[in-house]
């Protein structure tokens, strides 16, 4: 199942609604929206910096990435990003699909 980075950060409102609920509380709730989704969160952090929240994520597809970020975003109250992950392997799958593609860079040769 792919996987994702999903990271974001409180507005003023969502920072009230998190010192109100609670941290824990959070994290439950982004567990059922991803099982709803038919994913599940392999991990789940808040954080000090430019993010509050750091979470890698498995979803069935980018549909099901897509519906998380407009759920996330059209809520108001926190700002979010999606990175797709890629395993090793993938990026080694990658690779070979190169030699096959004959990519010629701007002014070599043919």
Do not use: C
Request: negative net charge.
């Amino acid at each position: 199942m792919p996987k994702y980075l999903t990271h974001g950060s409180y507005t003023l409102e969502g920072a009230r609604g998190l010192l109100k609920e609670g941290g824990t509380s959070r994290k439950v709730h982004f567990q059922e929206i991803i099982a709803n989704l038919g994913g599940k969160v392999e991990a789940f952090y808040f954080a000090f910096g430019g993010d509050d929240i750091h979470a890698i994520v498995e979803l069935p597809d980018n549909v099901s990435a897509a519906a998380l970020s407009l759920a996330i975003g059209s809520g108001g109250g926190f700002s979010s990003d999606t990175v797709v992950l890629l395993a090793p392997e993938e990026i080694d799958q990658a690779a070979q699909k190169v030699a096959f593609m004959g990519y010629r860079p701007p002014g070599q040769p043919r």
